[in-house]
Structures are given as structure tokens and as C-alpha cells.
């Protein structure tokens, strides 16, 4: 389990090296997006702020965003329970 851990970093890293883990052109390309969108964001994120996340959300047509106390950039790790609490119920109010 630890090895997948690593190995799932290290594909995200050769993935988004160049440039450093962002993409561009994404931020213009997201109004594409027609599926109903949920933005899980760990309030204590140190890496990336919560209103960019707030911004991207926005970008997207219809996305909700809810952020997840007492998480950082892991919410899925940091509060398994209540991240998937979250996804569960977002698919069940999706028709």
C-alpha cells in the first residue's frame, strides 16, 4: 500500500512537472465541463488557497463547493469519513 502511495507521487510529479503542477489553459477550458461538479477543499490547505479553488469552482458551470474542516491539502486522507460522507451525498441529490 505504501509502495502504490509512492508510486501514485511519483506519477504526478513526471505528469506535472513542465510546467510545475498546473496547467495553463485549464482555467479557460473549464466552462467545457458538463457534468455535475463537486469541490471537496481542505480548509487548512497550505498549498493551493481556498479561493482559488473557490475561483476555478466558479468556472465551472453549476459546481459546488464545499470546504472540509480540519483538513489541508489530503481532505480524502485527512477526513476520509467526511470526504466520502460528502461524495455519497452529493451523488444520491445528483439526478
Given amino acids: 500500500e505504501v509502495r502504490e502511495v509512492a508510486r501514485n507521487r511519483e506519477a504526478t510529479a513526471r505528469y506535472g512537472w513542465s510546467p510545475y503542477m498546473h ?9 467545457r465541463i458538463r457534468v455535475p461538479t463537486l469541490l471537496l477543499w481542505g480548509t487548512a490547505d497550505r ?3 481556498q479561493p482559488y479553488g473557490q475561483a476555478y469552482c466558479a468556472a465551472i458551470p453549476g459546481a459546488r463547493f464545499e470546504p472540509i ?8 486522507l485527512e477526513q476520509p469519513d467526511e470526504f466520502a460522507r460528502r461524495i455519497f451525498a452529493f451523488v444520491d441529490a445528483t439526478p
Fill in 23 to 31: 496547467d495553463p489553459k485549464l482555467k479557460a477550458r473549464l466552462h
Fill in 47 to 49: 498549498v493551493i488557497s
Fill in 69 to 76: 474542516e480540519r483538513a489541508g491539502h489530503y481532505p480524502h
